[in-house]
């Protein structure tokens, strides 16, 4: 197998590129891995590859301000572009970005191209639960505008994503909701809901954002505009809380050294709330496997995302999620 990563794609690009790279190369030697972008900026971080790594020369670089489309159209050359073209011609089995998320989308959609028969590809993005599972949450920002055959497209590739890469025999989807009752919510939700009850999956119903945390579901579908804000919403409470946490833990000798106790729980929990810990999230619906990390993702993050695209390489989730979105099952 042969994994892609934009290397100049990222808040800290290349550096954390080159490092995840490395520590993913370590890990699964029997892979191969692309490191697509400057090869002199990329050597100012590492000359001393090990043998399954790569680099494919390109000066070109999507920049997080860069109008999506066009700079996908006009920037050719472009590390993210170059290794959207390398999956579309089967050069290699999947690419990772951390780069702009419109841009990658863009070059999905535009380079790698969609599954037949779906309108639009989600991003898919593990949210933290309190049992440590997390719940898949797709659309949370690839397209802030939706309609019910949408949501019931994210729906299957959702819970067959779960299925297949994390094992789980019979993924829980839930609808978001501003209650769980059937006969609430938007003209959007009430016209989805029949949809998901006639879908081939496990549909519970209709789940309320304050619950999903908890676990009561393992995939959440929603339109990319309240994923997106719920998302934002959930990064800055926890933020705040841990900010606050902090604050009160280092106020005097009697709370630091209650913070000492602390410790290796507050460590646990701050794990377990880690988007570097959950890797890449997916870009379901192109026809080729594509993984967005965090912009501000670490070593940690790149690496975890190789092993996602392992993963999803082997269960041959592209070609399970087309079966079933061109059969309608």
């Given at each position: 197998?042969?994994?892609?990563?934009?290397?100049?794609?990222?808040?800290?690009?290349?550096?954390?590129?080159?490092?995840?790279?490395?520590?993913?190369?370590?890990?699964?030697?029997?892979?191969?891995?692309?490191?697509?972008?400057?090869?002199?900026?990329?050597?100012?971080?590492?000359?001393?590859?090990?043998?399954?790594?790569?680099?494919?020369?390109?000066?070109?670089?999507?920049?997080?301000?860069?109008?999506?489309?066009?700079?996908?159209?006009?920037?050719?050359?472009?590390?993210?572009?170059?290794?959207?073209?390398?999956?579309?011609?089967?050069?290699?089995?999947?690419?990772?970005?951390?780069?702009?998320?419109?841009?990658?989308?863009?070059?999905?959609?535009?380079?790698?191209?969609?599954?037949?028969?779906?309108?639009?590809?989600?991003?898919?993005?593990?949210?933290?639960?309190?049992?440590?599972?997390?719940?898949?949450?797709?659309?949370?920002?690839?397209?802030?505008?939706?309609?019910?055959?949408?949501?019931?497209?994210?729906?299957?590739?959702?819970?067959?994503?779960?299925?297949?890469?994390?094992?789980?025999?019979?993924?829980?989807?839930?609808l978001l909701n501003v209650g769980s009752e059937q006969k609430k919510g938007n003209d959007l939700i009430k016209k989805t809901?029949?949809?998901?009850?006639?879908?081939?999956?496990?549909?519970?119903?209709?789940?309320?954002?304050?619950?999903?945390?908890?676990?009561?579901?393992?995939?959440?579908?929603?339109?990319?505009?309240?994923?997106?804000?719920?998302?934002?919403?959930?990064?800055?409470?926890?933020?705040?809380?841990?900010?606050?946490?902090?604050?009160?833990?280092?106020?005097?000798?009697?709370?630091?050294?209650?913070?000492?106790?602390?410790?290796?729980?507050?460590?646990?929990?701050?794990?377990?709330?880690?988007?570097?810990?959950?890797?890449?999230?997916?870009?379901?619906?192109?026809?080729?496997?594509?993984?967005?990390?965090?912009?501000?993702?670490?070593?940690?993050?790149?690496?975890?995302?190789?092993?996602?695209?392992?993963?999803?390489?082997?269960?041959?989730?592209?070609?399970?999620?087309?079966?079933?979105?061109?059969?309608?099952?």
């Amino acid at each position: 197998m042969k994994v892609a990563i934009d290397a100049m794609g990222g808040d800290h690009a290349p550096h954390i590129n080159v490092e995840g790279a490395l520590q993913a190369a370590k890990q699964w030697n029997d892979i191969d891995i692309v490191l697509v972008g400057n090869k002199n900026e990329i050597e100012k971080v590492e000359t001393n590859f090990p043998s399954n790594i790569h680099i494919h020369h390109t000066e070109e670089v999507i920049l997080p301000d860069d109008e999506p489309v066009r700079a996908v159209r006009r920037k050719k050359n472009a590390s993210m572009v170059v290794a959207g073209k390398m999956v579309k011609e089967k050069e290699v089995d999947a690419m990772i970005s951390c780069g702009n998320t419109g841009a990658l989308m863009s070059t999905g959609v535009l380079i790698i191209g969609r599954i037949k028969g779906v309108e639009r590809p989600a991003l898919a993005s593990m949210i933290p639960t309190a049992d440590g599972k997390g719940v898949m949450a797709l659309d949370l920002g690839a397209n802030m505008d939706a309609a019910p055959e949408h949501l019931y497209q994210y729906a299957v590739m959702g819970s067959m994503y779960r299925h297949l890469v994390d094992d789980l025999s019979k993924p829980r989807v839930g609808l978001l909701n501003v209650g769980s009752e059937q006969k609430k919510g938007n003209d959007l939700i009430k016209k989805t809901y029949p949809l998901l009850q006639e879908a081939p999956i496990h549909f519970i119903g209709n789940v309320e954002s304050r619950d999903v945390v908890q676990g009561n579901c393992d995939v959440m579908v929603c339109d990319g505009f309240v994923g997106n804000v719920m998302l934002k919403a959930m990064e800055g409470t926890g933020e705040l809380l841990f900010s606050r946490l902090k604050e009160e833990l280092t106020k005097n000798m009697f709370s630091k050294m209650g913070a000492l106790m602390l410790k290796r729980g507050l460590m646990n929990i701050k794990s377990q709330m880690d988007h570097n810990e959950y890797g890449g999230a997916p870009l379901l619906g192109l026809d080729g496997i594509c993984l967005k990390c965090h912009g501000s993702s670490n070593a940690t993050a790149i690496k975890n995302a190789v092993g996602n695209a392992i993963k999803a390489h082997q269960t041959k989730v592209v070609d399970v999620i087309t079966s079933k979105i061109t059969r309608g099952e």
